[in-house]
């Protein structure tokens, strides 16, 4: 157990619909990363939060966004969606801005049909 | 163009043997380089950190040498399990400034009785 929780496990949706993924960082980790992981792709990098602020960018599409709140949780809003954003979505932390090791969670499974 | 590379097809071999998994990459300057271990469907899970001052890690059976003039790391378990059958994944900061890690595809090793 990385200690990093994301909620929900699954999700099934349909295009076009908007959802919310959720992560908790571990206990005092102040860097929040999102990534996702489609079987062709392999695992891309999307947004990194640190302390509440932006503070890297990948590949995000304009359609996703994500915050990370006063109390260090995250939250990832992928909109109007398609069927390529079926995929599992992770989200890890790490204690400091960057140079070590991530904790990754247990991933949110996203079906889009 | 900017890629790493893993080797792209599954590695099988028998228990006790030393399995070396490599990673490669093109036009990055990493400060260090990290390896990660998924099992199917959960998420990535931290082995080791290789700085690029570091030729080589130990972390009991696992062994990591890393070397900036061939742009590659070597990822080395020796006396190896079949508990140790899974996708071993490659990443990096692509740049002394970055904080965000680049993943590679990663490698599967089969671990056979």
């Known amino acids: 157990d990385s200690g990093v929780t994301q909620t929900p496990k699954h999700l099934i949706t349909a295009t076009g619909q908007r959802v919310t993924l959720r992560c908790s960082p571990r206990s005092g980790d102040l860097s929040v990363y999102w990534y996702q992981q489609s079987l062709d792709q392999g695992l891309q990098f999307l947004i990194q939060?640190?302390?509440?602020?932006?503070?890297a960018k990948g590949n995000i599409l304009e359609r996703f966004s994500a915050q990370q709140f006063p109390d260090l949780h995250s939250e990832l809003n992928l909109s109007s969606l398609e069927l390529g954003d079926s995929a599992l979505y992770f989200c890890a932390s790490s204690p400091g801005l960057a140079g070590g090791a991530q904790y990754f969670g247990p991933g949110t499974r996203l079906l889009v049909l | 163009s900017q890629k790493i590379e893993q080797n792209s097809e599954a590695l099988n071999i028998q228990e006790g043997k030393t399995a070396t998994l490599t990673c490669n990459y093109t036009?990055?300057?990493?400060?260090?380089l990290q390896w990660y271990r998924q099992d199917p469907g959960r998420g990535p899970v931290f082995l080791l950190l290789i700085r690029e001052n570091e030729k080589e890690k130990r972390k009991e059976r696992l062994k990591v040498t890393f070397d900036t003039t061939l742009k590659q790391s070597l990822f080395h378990i020796t006396a190896s399990q079949p508990a140790d059958s899974a996708t071993y994944l490659c990443a990096l900061v692509p740049n002394q400034a970055g904080t965000a890690l680049i993943f590679g595809k990663g490698t599967t090793l089969s671990v056979s009785s």
């Open positions: 036009n990055y300057s990493p400060a260090y």
């Open positions: 939060y640190y302390n509440g602020e932006e503070r």
